[in-house]
Each structure stands twice: as C-alpha cells, then as structure tokens.
C-alpha cells in the first residue's frame, strides 16, 4: 500500500509530461512522453493500451518524418494546415 502512494506522484507527473507537449505543439517532446507513459501503462497492467500503444507511437513517429514542415501545427495528435 505505501509503495503505491509514493509513486502516485510520479504517475500523476507523468501524465502531465503528456500532455504538456500536446498543447504546446511540441512533437519531439511528445514522442518522448509518450515512450515514458507507455513504461506506465505496462506497469499498471492496461491491456488495451498494451496492443494500441505501440502502434500508436510508431504511427506518431512515422508522421513526424513524412511531415517534417515547421509550420504544421501538432494538436491532440494530428497534424492541421
């Protein structure tokens, strides 16, 4: 019991560094937060997010190269002209 409420902050911490880089159109810290939650989601034994997620920051990752134009803003991952 005490081992999870010492790490619940860090959980908490790392669904904000989630969303952080989200709002503020950043895609490389995105990808990297989400890499870090994919370590979380594993741990907490989410099975949906288990098969999805990996395909997920691959899709991220694949984008990111095919459109690597400044000017395209990231929002809730998708790209918007």
């Given at each position: 019991?005490?081992?999870?409420?010492?790490?619940?902050?860090?959980?908490?911490?790392?669904?904000?560094?989630?969303?952080?880089?989200?709002?503020?159109?950043?895609?490389?810290?995105?990808?990297?937060?989400?890499?870090?939650?994919?370590?979380?989601?594993?741990?907490?034994?989410?099975?949906?997010?288990?098969?999805?997620?990996?395909?997920y920051i691959a899709g991220m990752q694949?984008?990111?190269?095919?459109?690597?134009?400044?000017?395209?803003?990231?929002?809730?991952?998708?790209?918007?002209?």
């Amino acid at each position: 019991m005490l081992k999870s409420i010492v790490n619940y902050p860090h959980h908490v911490e790392t669904i904000l560094l989630f969303i952080e880089p989200s709002r503020n159109s950043d895609m490389t810290l995105h990808l990297q937060a989400a890499e870090a939650l994919s370590k979380l989601l594993f741990a907490l034994n989410r099975i949906k997010y288990k098969c999805l997620w990996p395909r997920y920051i691959a899709g991220m990752q694949e984008l990111e190269i095919s459109y690597p134009e400044p000017g395209m803003n990231f929002r809730m991952g998708i790209y918007l002209s």
